[in-house]
């Protein structure tokens, strides 16, 4: 008798799921949007990324001697410059065009001041748009300084820096951020579609057959759930092949991506879910889902550890799975621990997410009644 | 015949009145919708404001090894640079510190610096830096040489290092990050707004079946679509005169006199190009949730190639190519003239572009609607 009732349940989920899935192909322009939300997220945060790692600027080079070369090589080897020579007037041009945010002018006798020992400055001009990106410029021309000066006088210039890495090899500014990009595309991927799969029997009302139906509440959540889980897995897919063919980030543990990407799901999938049964409208339920994105994404250590930032945004990403998700996903990808929890820490505490939402969404939908 | 004309404008004018209105009414009656419109903006904001400690100032431990007069100085250079949120420990402190990801990077001055100085030998400065992620990493590698070359300017004249920075500002002002970043924010705002506010008010009609009672109506064609427009403009334009009324109340963008006249005219025509291109896309999909969908991920798209969370100066050419092609981005920059350094630098420029893509939506709005009541 037992075994026939939990055999029942697991039609019903499965039922619930497949019913689902096959909506929500029938709904070609949203599917196609929806299969492709994560996708178009990782390619517009890639935009976003392509600007600020090095200054476009122009060297006007009044002086072409050894030490004038020399100083050239220095701020090109400074981490931050896109460097391009250029005649006084073409760097003018460039400048007022806004396709360069700075000009470096080494005077004519730059050559003969170093030899003479005397003082000479070199020119710097700034478009300074915003301190972030101005500063870089402001701190980047002292390191060229010391460098040359390190490399052509080591005996006059003794102080230098040693640096040790920490890591093997740097992580550029794509694959890492790409991988905080993932999470947030498989966020709106994941409770876009079953926050549309849940209110879309609300406005249906399709949601009395359901909840008059002798199926457990539970079971219908499950199977609701399960759908959605199906096309989120398409969408990561997509993102996936996106992210490991044309960007080349590959990870280092395929099979805890495999893992951590079912577990996100299954969190968003419970959020959607809980959101859709709140609301029972699916026009707010996208708004929203879509709304809360984009702040969540930057909220929630998307650039580097939380523990880099102001304590204020710690508190407050910390109240999010979107950071603990980040954190083991960087971990899948680059082998990175960014927080003191360890893997199993973040793992319990998303467990701990995905249980809360999924007995919320129960409680709710044990609650939940439709007038006639 | 006047009094004939004058009834008929009169009948359009009051008929896009109450269409706007009831619009308006609808849009108001869905505060979900209305947050969610809202939300990504203001959070945003929030988000910058509450970061900007941080930004360019990375958390770093200092640890001074050695008690001669060169390390206190290397020291206070370092202290003096400003570029770190510095904590003074001890190495075994630091390298908690630096295994708890509670600071990026650890600055020793180790023991024996300053004789290594006095001796004119090689004295190093080490930094042990979490290079996990290039930004944060490239932020020490400059920052350090910086607090070295203020180290070697302290001494004036004897310093061994002569060359120095002339550096001229193309502008008058710093802008903060954050600042910087109110003005797109405020411009993803008019066109999230207007697209899901226009598209919704044509969509709506279309969904519901009320399209036909508004073609049976005496209601002359141009009014509906002008109503629809109207609305969208409205909400849109009300909302980002709001947000630039309280920058400028907390103090993060410096309008002038005329300039605020500048900044409204740009508010209003980004807007008017968002709610008639949002009629256009309601009145081609006629279903508000492809509507909605279209809508966030449009506005989205043009706010990112328009430059909208970095600087499209900073951006590869064939990037600032797309971004020429984006009525946002004249948006963005007419307003950072206004706003920021009180001048019309490009102004006719900006807004014709802006005017003309407003005028272009809008016929492809009216285009729209027309062949959706003539089906």
Redesign the interface.
Same mark, same amino acid.
């Given at each position: 008798m037992r075994t026939q009732g939990i055999i029942y349940q697991l039609h019903v989920i499965w039922a619930c799921a497949r019913k689902d899935f096959r909506v929500a192909l029938t709904?070609r322009?949203?599917t196609i949007?929806?299969l492709f939300?994560p996708a178009?997220?990782l390619i517009?945060?890639s935009?976003?990324v392509?600007?600020?790692?090095?200054?476009?600027t122009a060297v006007v080079m009044q002086d072409n001697g050894p030490y004038a070369q020399a100083?050239y090589q220095a701020m090109s080897r400074?981490?931050?410059f896109s460097l391009q020579i250029t005649s006084a007037t073409e760097a003018a041009r460039k400048?007022a065009a806004?396709?360069?945010?700075a000009v470096v002018t080494v005077p004519p006798d730059f050559d003969t001041? &170093?030899q003479l020992?005397?003082?000479?400055?070199?020119?710097?001009?700034?478009?300074?748009?915003?301190?972030?990106?101005?500063?870089?410029i402001? #701190?980047?021309?002292?390191?060229s300084?010391?460098?040359?000066?390190a490399k052509a006088?080591?005996?006059?210039?003794?102080?230098?820096? #040693?640096?040790?890495?920490?890591?093997p090899h740097?992580?550029?500014?794509i694959p890492?951020l790409a991988v905080s990009i993932l999470v947030i595309a498989l966020m709106m991927g994941g409770t876009l579609q079953a926050g549309m799969a849940s209110a879309r029997e609300w406005e249906n009302e399709t949601i009395k057959e359901l909840l008059l139906s002798p199926a457990s509440r539970l079971a219908i959540m499950l199977g609701k759930m399960l759908g959605a889980l199906l096309v989120g897995v398409g969408s990561t897919v997509v993102v996936l092949v996106v992210l490991v063919l044309f960007l080349g980030v590959v990870p280092e543990h395929w099979l805890e991506l495999a893992g951590f990407t079912l577990l996100s799901l299954l969190i968003f999938n419970s959020l959607g879910t809980l959101l859709g049964t709140l609301?029972k409208? #699916?026009?707010?339920v &996208?708004?929203?889902t879509?709304?809360?994105s984009?702040?969540l994404f930057?909220?929630s250590g998307a650039?580097?550890?939380i523990?880099?930032?102001?304590p204020?945004?710690q508190i407050?990403a910390k109240i999010f799975p979107v950071y603990y998700q980040i954190v083991i996903m960087q971990h899948a990808f680059?082998n990175?621990?960014?927080?003191?929890l360890g893997l199993p820490g973040n793992l319990l505490i998303l467990g701990g997410f995905a249980a809360g939402l999924m007995l919320l969404v129960t409680l709710v939908l044990q609650r939940s009644t439709m007038s006639h | 015949m006047k009094n004939k004309a004058y009834s008929q404008i009169s009948e359009f004018f009051r008929a896009t009145w109450v269409i706007m209105l009831k619009d308006m009414q609808v849009w108001l009656r869905?505060p979900?919708?209305l947050?969610?419109?809202v939300?990504?903006a203001v959070?945003?904001i929030l988000?910058?404001i509450?970061?900007a400690?941080?930004?360019?100032r990375?958390?770093v431990a200092l640890v001074v090894q050695d008690s001669g007069p060169e390390a206190a100085r290397?020291a206070q250079a370092i202290r003096d640079a400003n570029?770190f949120r510095l904590q003074e420990v001890d190495s075994a402190q630091a390298q908690v510190l630096?295994k708890?990801? *509670?600071v990026?990077a650890v600055v020793s001055i180790p023991a024996g610096f300053s004789q290594?100085?006095v001796a004119?030998?090689?004295?190093?400065?080490?930094?042990?830096?979490?290079?996990?992620?290039?930004?944060?990493?490239?932020?020490i590698?400059?920052?350090?040489? *910086?607090a070295?070359?203020?180290?070697?300017a302290a001494e004036g004249d004897q310093s061994?290092?002569? &060359?120095?920075?002339?550096?001229?500002?193309? #502008?008058a002002r710093?802008?903060?990050?954050f600042?910087?970043s109110v003005l797109p924010i405020v411009i993803l705002l008019l066109i999230i707004s207007g697209l899901?506010t226009g598209g919704?008010a044509a969509a709506r009609e279309w969904e519901s079946a009320t399209v036909k009672e508004l073609l049976l109506s005496p209601v002359p064609g141009g009014a509906i679509i002008s109503g629809k427009v109207l609305a969208g403009f409205l909400t849109s334009f009300c909302l980002g005169m709001l947000v630039l009324l309280a920058a400028s109340g907390l103090g993060w963008i410096y309008p002038q006199g005329i300039y605020w006249l500048n900044a409204t005219l740009v508010v209003g025509l980004v807007a008017l190009f968002g709610a008639s291109l949002g009629v256009a896309i309601g009145a081609a999909?006629r279903r508000?949730?492809?509507v &909605?969908?279209?809508s966030?991920?449009l506005s989205?798209?043009l706010f990112?190639?328009a430059?909208?969370?970095?600087?499209?100066?900073?951006?590869?050419?064939w990037?600032?190519n797309i971004a020429a092609f984006v009525p946002l981005t004249y948006g963005t920059h007419a307003l950072?003239m206004a706003l920021f350094y009180n001048s019309a630098d490009l102004l006719g420029r900006d807004v014709l572009v802006l005017g003309l893509s407003s005028l272009a939506a809008l016929a492809l709005g009216t285009v729209m609607v027309r062949r959706g009541m003539a089906k």
């Open positions: 709904d322009l949203f949007l929806g939300v178009n997220i517009m945060m935009l976003f392509l600007a600020g790692s090095k200054a476009p100083f400074a981490h931050s400048m806004g396709q360069i945010v001041h &170093i020992d005397q003082p000479v400055q070199v020119g710097v001009e700034i478009n300074n748009l915003n301190t972030d990106f101005t500063n870089d402001r #701190r980047a021309i002292p390191l300084i010391t460098s040359f000066y006088f080591p005996n006059l210039v003794n102080v230098t820096t #040693r640096e040790t890495d920490l890591y740097d992580t550029d500014y890492y609301i409208q #699916r026009q707010p &996208i708004a929203l879509m709304g809360i984009l702040p930057f909220l650039f580097g550890p523990s880099f930032t102001t204020v945004l407050i680059h990175f621990s960014l927080n003191t | 869905q979900v919708t947050i969610a419109t939300a990504p959070i945003l988000v910058e509450l970061g400690q941080a930004v360019g990375s958390p290397i570029v630096l708890n990801l *509670d990026v290594r100085v004119h030998q090689a004295a190093t400065v080490d930094v042990t830096v979490n290079n996990l992620n290039l930004d944060f990493t490239n932020d590698r400059r920052a350090v040489p *910086d070295i070359t203020r180290y070697y061994p290092v002569k &060359i120095s920075m002339d550096e001229h500002d193309l #502008r710093d802008i903060q990050l600042q910087y899901i919704n999909l508000i949730m492809p &909605i969908a279209v966030i991920n989205f798209y990112f190639l430059g909208g969370m970095g600087v499209l100066a900073f951006e590869p050419e990037l600032q950072q």
